[in-house]
């Protein structure tokens, strides 16, 4: 299984809203990754848990917030979002010492 | 910190030429080097990758190329296809501590027309 699963595909929230976005991963990464990726722009990273530690928080707004309850869980949890904060929500997972990552297919969320 | 610049931001061949992509990086503790594939809607997928003491690697019609003194490294396709049409972004990755930073480059959008 090489597979990054991320829930759900599509969400649209209200601004007011709070909700999660869920990724998983059974290939024994330890390393795990939220990137946030704008129209016609490369990924950019945001977070990255390591041994179920965050290691980096790339000045993220509080507003978004990572959770790692196992090694093979990652959750951004999501509250008062902006509509600017539309875009499409990429996890990724690496074995800690390097090689590929590899990407789910990520969750397109709409802030309205 | 590092900082991947791409070119060309778009790219048009005609079936069965071939495609050149051109990175660079500037941090030297950089040392693998992937490329990923994204098409419409879904994620990036890794299409081939290159670490630092390897100055070329090939893969079907897909090569890499890294020149690791001049810190520029290179996508080739040849014999490209319809379904090569996508956006391609290059990589710098830098291990240790647990993890692995990747920085991206703009990426290029490749249509491949038949």
Redesign the interface.
Known sequence: DTE?T?TPKHLVMGMTNKKSLKCEQHMGH??M?WYKQKA????E?MF????EKL??NESVPSRFSPECPNSSLLNLHLHALQPEDSALY?CAS?H???????????T?LTVV | GENVEQHPSTLSVQEGDSAVIKCTYSDSAS??F?W?KQEL??????II?IRSNVGEKKDQRIAVTLNKTAKHFSLHITETQPEDSAVY?CAA?A?G??????T????TKLQVIP
Not at chain 1, 40 to 43: G, L, R
């Open positions: 990054v991320q330890r390393a990754y016609k722009k490369p990924p990273l990255v848990y390591s041994y290691s980096i990429l690496s800690p010492g390097g090689g590929e990552a590899f990407f789910g297919q990520g397109r | 040392n693998y992937p990923y809607g879904k994620g990036p997928q890794l990758d972004f990755t291990g501590g647990g993890y692995q930073k990747v991206f480059g703009i990426g």
